[in-house]
C-alpha cells in the first residue's frame, strides 16, 4: 500500500472506531463484536506502526496508552476552578434559596445534579480536538496529565460539529465500583495491599507515570461544566445538552441523573429521590449540587473568595459506627489553635481504619458530655475527617469520669487563652512553643506557599531541636556545613536544600505574603492584598479602614493584618527577609492608563461587546478596582442588560454615577 492509500484508509479507520468508541463507551450501544473492533484497531496499529508520518496525538491507538511521564507540569487555569460551599442541612438549602431570590427578582430555574465523587478535570478543545486536560490542584493551578486522561475510553478525542472553536470542559473522573472490585481481587490474589476507596484509587491512577497502567484501571468521566469566554447558550442546562450533541458523557436525562426544576420543593425532591437510588449507582456519589440555570443569573449573584454565590451542593450523612474513645489528647496549631483529638479503638469506616477523631473545641466536648471510656458513634465530616457525633449513653459505666479541658498548653506549658465570643483556646507563646514555631516554617515552606525543596518536617524539627533556626528568617542564614551536620544529610541533600532556599527568592510578592501565615490570611485575601497596596511596606503603613475598604477583606481580616504589624519582632522579620532577598513588592504588570486609578467600580449585568471578565480586566488594566457589591464607598457602576433591580435601586438611593458599556470604553480610551 502507497502513502496516500493508507492515508486514507488511516483516517477511515479513525473514524469507524471513534464512532463505535462513542457509541459504547457513552451511550451503551454495541454494533460490532470486541473481536472486529480488536481487527480494527490492530490494522490501524499496523499501518501507524508502517507510516510513521501518519500518527494521530488523538489516534484511538492512543487509547490504550504507553507515554511515560516523570514530572507532571503544572499549569495555570485559564478560569479559576472554585470549591463549593456545601451543607449537611436541607435547612441551609431553603435558606440559600431565599438568598437567591432577594437578589433576583424574576424567576429563578435550577438545575440539579449528581456530586460525583472522584477527580475534579478541566479539559481543553481546540477545533474539537482533544488538546489538554488539567486537574483542579489548587484552584489557581493544576497538573498537566493529558496522556493519561486520553486513556480513558468516555472521554472523546475528536468531537462532532458542530462545535467552539475553543473551550474547556469540566467535570469528573471516577473508577466504578465494579473495576474498583475487580482491581482489588488482583491485588488480593498477587498478595498486594488493597486500595481504601474508589475515589483515592481514580486520584492516584491519574498520577501514574505509565499511561499504560491508566488504561488497564478503566476510568470513566463524566463531564457537564462548559468554559469559554462568549457562549453561545443561555444557561447551564443549555451547555449541558450542546456537550452531549458534541459527543462528550454527560449526565443522562432520562435516569434522572440531572433535573431542572423552579423552586425548594423542586431541589428537595429530588435530594430525596437520591437519598436511597444512590446506593444502587455503579460508582459513588456523595451528594446533589444545586446551580443557578441563568447565566445571567450567575453573573449577577457573583462569588465569594472561594465560591460560586450561585451554587452549592448537599452532601448525605455518611455511615455511623460505634468504638470506644480510649482518651483524648490535644494538637497545638501554627496558629496557637489548640484542637482536641479522640483517641479511638481503631474501627472501619467509609473504606478506611479509624484510629483518631478530631473533637474540634471544649463546646463540642461539652455539648456530646463526653467521658472517659464512651462507647461513641464516629462518621466522616465531608466524607473525609473522622469525627465524633453521638455517644452511646447505655453503655457509659459510673466510674467513668466527664472529660475536662486542659487549661495549659501540653507543649510549653504556658496558661491557654480563649478569646471573647469564639470557642477555640489558644496558647499565646508563639515564639518559643515548638509546634508553632515549627508550624510557621512549615506553612512557609509548603507547596502552596514558598514550595521548597528539600526541606520536609523531619528535617524541620531537626533544624529547630539542633538550634539553627527559629523562624522563617533563619531559613536563609543556614550554612553548607549545619546542614551537613545534620543526621541523615549528605552532600547532594545539602546542596539541594540550599538550592531550594535560593529559588524561593523569585517567589512572586503574594506568596511570601501567603507564607508569613498572618492569620486568615490565605493564598486569596494574599493575592487581593497584593493587588491593592502593590508592596508590604504600604500593607504594614495600611490603617484599618483602609484595609477593610479592600476587595474580600472584612473586618476580622483587617484587625488581624493590623495586629500582626503592630509586633515589632514580625516587623524585624520582615527586615530580615528582604535583606535575604524575597521579593515584597507586586511586579508592575504594565497598566494601559490610570484613567480609572483610585475608582471602585461595580460591574452587573450581560454586555455586548465584551464578556464580563474582559470588562473586569480593563478596570484592573486601567488603574480602577473591581468590588462585588454596592455602598457608599462605590465610585461607578457600568450597567448591562438586564441588571437586577435591586443594585440599580441601590446605586441610585447612593447617587453612585451610573455608566453603560460603552460609556465605560469611552472612559478608557480617552
Given amino acids: 500500500m502507497n502513502i496516500e492509500g493508507a492515508e486514507s484508509r488511516v483516517k477511515e479507520l479513525s473514524n469507524l472506531l471513534h464512532h463505535y468508541n462513542h457509541l459504547y463507551y457513552v451511550k451503551n450501544e454495541s454494533v460490532v463484536s470486541d473481536y472486529e473492533f480488536d481487527l480494527l484497531l490492530k490494522e490501524l496499529e499496523a ?8 500518527q494521530d496525538q488523538n489516534s484511538p491507538t492512543k487509547r490504550v496508552g504507553g507515554d511515560i511521564t516523570k514530572n507532571f507540569e503544572t499549569v495555570k487555569h485559564r478560569y479559576p476552578m472554585l470549591s463549593l460551599s456545601n451543607t449537611y442541612s436541607k435547612e441551609e438549602i431553603i435558606e440559600w434559596e431565599e438568598r437567591i431570590k432577594k437578589t433576583i427578582e424574576s424567576d429563578i430555574e435550577y438545575v440539579c445534579e449528581l456530586k460525583y465523587d472522584g477527580v475534579a478535570i478541566g479539559i481543553r478543545y481546540l477545533n474539537g480536538i482533544f488538546h489538554s486536560a488539567v486537574t483542579r490542584g489548587d484552584g489557581t493551578q493544576g497538573e498537566l496529565i493529558s496522556p493519561n486522561v486520553k486513556t480513558i475510553k468516555s472521554i472523546p478525542l475528536k468531537l462532532k460539529t458542530p462545535f467552539p472553536e475553543d473551550f474547556e470542559i469540566r467535570g469528573e473522573i471516577f473508577m466504578p465500583l465494579q473495576e474498583f472490585e475487580t482491581l482489588n481481587e488482583d491485588r488480593n490474589k498477587n498478595g498486594l495491599p488493597l486500595f481504601a476507596n474508589p475515589r483515592n484509587t481514580a486520584s492516584g491512577t491519574l498520577k501514574l507515570q505509565d499511561s499504560g497502567e491508566v488504561a488497564k484501571r478503566n476510568l470513566d468521566c463524566f463531564l457537564y461544566g462548559m468554559y469559554q469566554d462568549r457562549s453561545q447558550q443561555n444557561s447551564h442546562f443549555e451547555s449541558v445538552s450542546f ?3 458534541m459527543g462528550f458523557k454527560i449526565p443522562r436525562l432520562r435516569d434522572k441523573m440531572i433535573a431542572k426544576v423552579s423552586n425548594v420543593d423542586g431541589i428537595l425532591d429530588f435530594i430525596a429521590f437520591w437519598e436511597d437510588k444512590r446506593k444502587g449507582l455503579p460508582f459513588e456519589i456523595d451528594g446533589i449540587v444545586i ?3 441563568s447565566y445571567r443569573q450567575q453573573e449577577e449573584l457573583g462569588y465569594t473568595a472561594k465560591s460560586p454565590r450561585w451554587a452549592i451542593s448537599f452532601k448525605y450523612k455518611t455511615e455511623r459506627v460505634e468504638t ?29 481504619t479509624v484510629r483518631r477523631a478530631s ?17 461513641v458513634y464516629v462518621e466522616k465530616g465531608g466524607e473525609i475527617i473522622p469525627k465524633i457525633v453521638d455517644v452511646n449513653i447505655e453503655k457509659r459505666q459510673q466510674s467513668n469520669q ?46 502552596r506557599a514558598m514550595n521548597i525543596d528539600g526541606l520536609g518536617a523531619e528535617t524541620i524539627d531537626a533544624l529547630v531541636e539542633s538550634g539553627h533556626i527559629n523562624t522563617i528568617a533563619d531559613l536563609y542564614t543556614l550554612s553548607y556545613e549545619q546542614i551537613l551536620s545534620m543526621e541523615r544529610m549528605a552532600d547532594k541533600s545539602a546542596r539541594n536544600l540550599l538550592g531550594g532556599l535560593e529559588t524561593s527568592k523569585k517567589m512572586p510578592f503574594e506568596k511570601v505574603l ?30 484599618y479602614e483602609d484595609l477593610v475598604d479592600t476587595d474580600e477583606i472584612g473586618e476580622k481580616i483587617a484587625l488581624s493584618i493590623s495586629e500582626y504589624f503592630q509586633d515589632e519582632d514580625h516587623i524585624v522579620l520582615i527586615e530580615q527577609l528582604k535583606a535575604s532577598g524575597l521579593c515584597f513588592e507586586k511586579e508592575d504588570e504594565g497598566l494601559d492608563s490610570e484613567a480609572l486609578a483610585g475608582l471602585s467600580i461595580v460591574i452587573s449585568g450581560t454586555f455586548n461587546q465584551f464578556s464580563r471578565e474582559e470588562i473586569k480586566k480593563m478596570i484592573e488594566m486601567n488603574g480602577g478596582k473591581n468590588v462585588s457589591s454596592i455602598s457608599k464607598k462605590t465610585s461607578i457602576l457600568v450597567a448591562g442588560e438586564n441588571m437586577g433591580p435591586s443594585k440599580l435601586k441601590k446605586a441610585t438611593d447612593l447617587n453612585i454615577e451610573i455608566i453603560n458599556e460603552q460609556a465605560f470604553l469611552n472612559r478608557i480610551n480617552k
Fill in 47 to 54: 499501518l501507524e506502526k508502517q507510516f510513521p508520518s501518519l
Fill in 243 to 245: 456537550a452531549g450533541e
Fill in 291 to 293: 446551580k443557578v440555570n
Fill in 324 to 352: 470506644e474513645l480510649k482518651s483524648v489528647s490535644y494538637q497545638v496549631g501554627r496558629t496557637g489553635a489548640i484542637t482536641p483529638v479522640a483517641n479511638l479503638d481503631p474501627v472501619y469506616l467509609g473504606g478506611t
Fill in 359 to 375: 473533637l474540634h473545641n471544649a463546646e463540642q466536648i461539652g455539648k456530646l458530655d463526653l467521658h472517659d471510656g464512651d462507647f
Fill in 402 to 447: 466527664a472529660v475536662q479541658f486542659i487549661t495549659a498548653c501540653p507543649d510549653c506549658s504556658s496558661e491557654l487563652v480563649k478569646e471573647e465570643g469564639g470557642v477555640q483556646h489558644y496558647c499565646l507563646n508563639e515564639k518559643q512553643c515548638p509546634p508553632q514555631v515549627k508550624g510557621k516554617i512549615e506553612h512557609f515552606i509548603s507547596r
Fill in 514 to 543: 501567603f507564607g508569613l501565615g498572618i492569620r486568615f490570611v490565605g493564598e486569596t485575601v494574599s493575592k487581593k492584598l497584593a493587588k491593592a497596596f502593590l508592596t508590604i511596606d504600604a500593607i504594614i503603613a495600611a490603617s
